[in-house]
């Protein structure tokens, strides 16, 4: 039905350097054919798209000029579920994979993908192993959150106690990363989608503006009756973000109002109320933290920040993401990273 294997997509935002590497691990310096596509082994096609979320450093024309037959698509900074939506509206394969512009493919990592979700029409998502740059696995797979979970996982809580049994449930720590599972859901850094899984469940719900959309599709293609599986036997290098302090307020705000999203939708207003005014009294005790430390002296610079941000949060008011509602926000860094280390604590 589909003439074309494998469709990449990738949403883009001031990343060239790391996009260029993301690019390159995708076509090895292969030409592309007339039609614009990218040969994989076992006579399969690839599709690359690149959606460029309004980027100022040049990251569009360094694409058109570096990996001729990648398709370009220009568009407003409308967010990463926006941005995917615009990519696989524009694909044409039968798979479609939405992977981040700081990842590197590793070695046969697509093929391995491709040959398991042909030997398992049931299943509609299918992720690879995380690896840092070092070598070290990153953890990708996650359990749906309990009504407790979001008290627990990337919160003050969390930073106190970091091996609390919600956010031990959440990060599934308690299975192998080395073994292939079938789980809730997979970080979208890497994500490969069958084509009927997307018609039947529909396309990234764009309320989220960033964090938690993955999460959602998930639970959405689960419904289905797709299985959601990890394959650590592909791997891809995933590099940890660098965010400006430019952006520390828009990377919290997104964060957690996508969680307040997130919990309106499945656990409803009641508990979607009581984990908001928890989120800001926590923020206002932090505010309150990183002022007395800028009052002693102690890291101003980094203190400032942290307080211009939570000031921020706390002046929002957290409202559940809808689009429009968080869109006034400076804009996001380009890769997702998590509030703070799952290890807590901070300087």
Request: charged share 20%; glycine share 8%.
């Amino acid at each position: 039905m589909y003439e074309i294997d494998l469709s990449v997509v990738t949403v883009s935002w001031n990343v060239r350097e790391l996009l260029h590497r993301c690019l390159a691990s995708l076509t090895h310096g292969t030409a592309p054919s007339p039609q614009g596509l990218f040969p994989l082994p076992g006579e399969r096609t690839l599709q690359i798209l690149v959606v460029d979320n309004a980027s100022s450093d040049g990251s569009a024309e360094m694409v058109r000029q570096s990996f001729p037959g990648v398709q370009v698509l220009a568009s407003a900074n409308r967010g990463f579920a926006a941005g995917n939506n615009a990519g696989i509206a524009a694909s044409r394969g039968r798979y479609v994979l939405l992977l981040n512009p700081d990842t590197e493919v590793a070695g046969d990592a697509l093929t391995t993908l491709l040959d398991y979700m042909d030997a398992h029409p049931d299943v509609g998502v299918a992720g690879p192993q995380l690896r840092y740059p070092d070598g070290r696995r990153q953890p990708s797979r996650r359990r749906f959150p309990t009504p407790l979970t979001g008290f627990w996982e990337s919160t003050l809580l969390q930073r106190c106690f970091p091996r609390n049994r919600w956010a031990a449930r959440y990060y599934v720590l308690d299975q192998p990363d080395d073994a292939e599972a079938d789980v809730d859901w997979l970080v979208g850094a890497a994500l490969l989608v069958r084509r009927e899984a997307i018609a039947q469940a529909g396309l990234l719900d764009e309320g989220y503006f960033m964090y938690s959309e993955e999460m959602e599709w998930c639970r959405r293609i689960r419904m289905q009756g797709w299985r959601v599986v990890y394959q650590p036997a592909a791997v891809v290098i995933h590099h940890e973000g660098r965010s400006s302090e430019q952006v520390v307020a828009a990377r919290h705000l997104y964060f957690q109002t996508s969680k307040l999203r997130y919990y309106r939708q499945v656990h409803g207003p009641l508990w979607t109320a009581a984990l908001r005014g928890f989120l800001l009294a926590t923020y206002t005790y932090d505010w309150a933290i990183e002022g007395a430390k800028w009052l002693v002296g102690h890291k101003r610079p980094l203190r400032a920040a942290r307080l211009a941000a939570y000031g921020q949060v706390l002046r929002s008011g957290l409202p559940p993401a809808a689009g429009a509602a968080v869109g006034a926000v400076p804009e996001p860094p380009p890769v997702r990273e998590p509030l703070e280390p799952p290890q807590g604590g901070r300087p």
